[in-house]
């Protein structure tokens, strides 16, 4: 799998289906954030940062994929260094707005490779990572896969040449590291009327299996990842785009992010899914993941 794949039309290669073996939900731990971070408020963000004392758990998540030509991760979690580097963020005011922010639980046990391993894989046979966006809880084990090719979107990737990153949650030092074979992207025009509304495309195989959309709204250069496999429902890998798949179809937004993009996003997801009844739309933070995947195999009942 390489950048240079070119996107085609789904419905071009017939044994697309049979690519994935198997999509799966890991956890690198946990997360209190605010209701009004999650489901949104009409208070100004620094208020609900400083003031709320309402919390939500929520899961830090990131997937595999076995695909017949190896293994893709999308997103890669958070890093347990967050917790015992007192410099890991190295702005003194994010590491005091962080904690007021979220409230990590998160151990050493829940680094990428050794969750892997535990799961019967190796970090060492990870092909590919598509990135949804560079929040330093989406690439915190990119140092554990230092063979991987990293992909993320050119738009998001642009970010790292503007003046703060930080204040958005991009932390540099944790992004540009030594072997880091980061692989910046281009959409290119769908040739599928199915996707054609989100504007571009990527095939990530080059076999119509695992399609990547941008999706811009929690960050400028989000994406997300169309999964078909043999029998499955579609799925829908969404990143941050909304915490739980509910909140994306009633409109509800967050209380972060650019509304007038979320807006626009959303509105394309739910185009989609009336395109495809079945589909599957799974949040990296939504604590039904799980289940999500598990309705989308074959022979599951939604009802």
Same mark, same amino acid.
């Given at each position: ?24 939900? =890991? +956890? ?10 999650? =489901?949104? !408020?009409? &208070?100004?963000?620094? %208020? ?5 004392? +309402? %919390? ?5 998540? $990131?997937? #595999? ?10 997103? !890669? *979690? ?9 410099? $890991?963020?190295?702005?003194?005011? *994010? ?57 993320? +979107? ?6 790292? +040449? ?5 204040? /958005? ?12 074979? %980061?692989?910046?992207?281009? =959409? ?7 996707? /054609?509304?989100?504007?571009? !495309? ?9 399609? &990547? ?27 941050? #785009? ?12 967050? *209380? ?9 996003? $959303? ?8 395109? &495809? ?27």
């Amino acid at each position: 799998m390489t950048p240079e794949m070119e996107t085609r039309k789904i419905d071009e290669t017939p044994d697309a289906g049979t690519a994935i073996k198997s999509v799966r939900v =890991f +956890s690198s731990g946990w997360a209190d954030q605010h209701e009004e971070h999650r =489901f949104g !408020t009409s &208070l100004p963000q620094l %208020w609900w940062v400083l003031m709320s004392r +309402s %919390w939500v758990r929520t899961p830090i998540n $990131y997937f #595999l994929i076995e695909h017949r030509d190896g293994l893709v991760l999308f997103d !890669t *979690g958070l890093d347990p260094a967050i917790k015992t580097d007192p410099h $890991y963020v190295s702005s003194a005011l *994010g590491r005091f707005l962080l904690r007021r922010i979220f409230r990590l639980h998160i151990d050493a046990d829940d680094r990428l490779d050794r969750v892997l391993a535990a799961n019967n894989y190796s970090a060492g046979d990870i092909g590919t990572a598509v990135i949804s966006h560079l929040h330093f809880d989406h690439v915190g084990g990119i140092a554990r896969i230092p063979q991987a090719q990293l992909i993320v +979107s050119a738009r998001e990737w642009a970010q790292l +040449s503007e003046p703060h990153p930080e204040r /958005e949650w991009i932390l540099r030092e944790h992004i540009e590291i030594p072997d880091a074979k %980061w692989c910046p992207i281009d =959409f290119q025009p769908a040739d599928d009327p199915l996707l /054609e509304p989100f504007g571009g !495309t990527y095939d990530v195989a080059g076999d119509g299996s695992m399609v &990547l959309l941008p999706t811009p709204g929690h960050t400028p250069g989000s994406l997300s990842m169309l999964v078909r496999a043999q029998c499955w429902s579609p799925v829908l890998l969404v990143g941050d #785009l909304a915490y739980e798949a509910s909140l994306l179809m009633n409109d509800t937004l967050p *209380g972060t992010g650019n509304p007038k993009q979320l807006r626009a996003t $959303y509105s394309k997801v739910r185009q989609l899914k009336q395109k &495809l009844p079945d589909l599957v739309i799974v949040p990296s933070h939504d604590a039904d993941a799980e289940r999500a995947l598990w309705l989308a195999q074959p022979g599951q009942s939604r009802d």
